[in-house]
């Protein structure tokens, strides 16, 4: 266990520098509010804990052997972040009503499946387990270290969600929120491709 202090500390490094799961936690508290962002947090947290669980019990071997399924996955991920730039860029500033509220394209499910497909979530996950998992296949320390990646990550993406509640009172004119929607829309996308093309 003399590699959990610095397991802790990359997890935190990995949890909270930013990248686009962050980006779209910080837009969608900063319109919807920290109470209805925390499943989204929840649902990225556990997937990406999950990913470094199953790398950590062989899965990650496979995908470093097929270049092409990494490829494919990074295609994927970097449209689908580009269409949720989009739906952050033409997003309306936040509303009282609760009907408008409820109405949102990312939720859980989306915020899951992000983590799933991001090639940088599971890369991350292949350095955990060859720097931290200490060699061979040990089933108790991969559990033991997604579920510590998992107590890390969730309050580094919860402060996300209080820097984006934080955001929307400091730009509280409708074209304030609209320039930061911009910006957020902005670093979302270039967050995204930078990671294909670099």
């Not at 295609?75 to 739906?87: D, K, N, R």
């Not at 993406?157 to 509640?165: C, E, F, K, Q, R």
Request: glycine letters at 8%; proline letters at 5%; charged letters at 10%.
């Amino acid at each position: 266990m003399e590699s959990l202090l610095p397991f802790l500390l990359f997890a935190f490094v990995a949890s909270i520098t930013p990248g686009p799961t962050n980006i779209l936690v910080m837009s969608h508290s900063s319109r919807r509010g920290l109470t209805a962002t925390l499943p989204i947090i929840l649902g990225a947290c556990l997937s990406a804990a999950l990913v470094v669980l199953v790398v950590g019990l062989g899965v990650g071997e496979t995908l470093l052997r097929y270049p092409r399924v990494q490829q494919a996955m990074a295609w994927a991920g970097v449209l689908w972040l580009s269409w949720l730039a989009w739906q952050i860029f033409r997003s309306t500033p936040p509303s009282l009503d609760a009907a408008a509220a409820r109405n949102d394209d990312f939720n859980v499910y989306g915020a899951a499946g992000l983590q799933l497909i991001n090639p940088k979530v599971w890369m991350m996950a292949v350095a955990v387990v060859s720097v931290f998992a200490g060699g061979g296949e040990n089933t108790a320390r991969m559990v033991m270290l997604s579920l510590a990646f998992l107590l890390v990550s969730l309050p580094c993406m919860t402060a996300w969600g209080l820097l984006g509640v934080g955001s929307a009172r400091f730009f509280g004119s409708p074209r304030a929120f609209r320039r930061m929607n911009a910006g957020l829309a902005s670093l979302l996308l270039l967050s995204a491709w930078l990671a294909v093309l670099v």
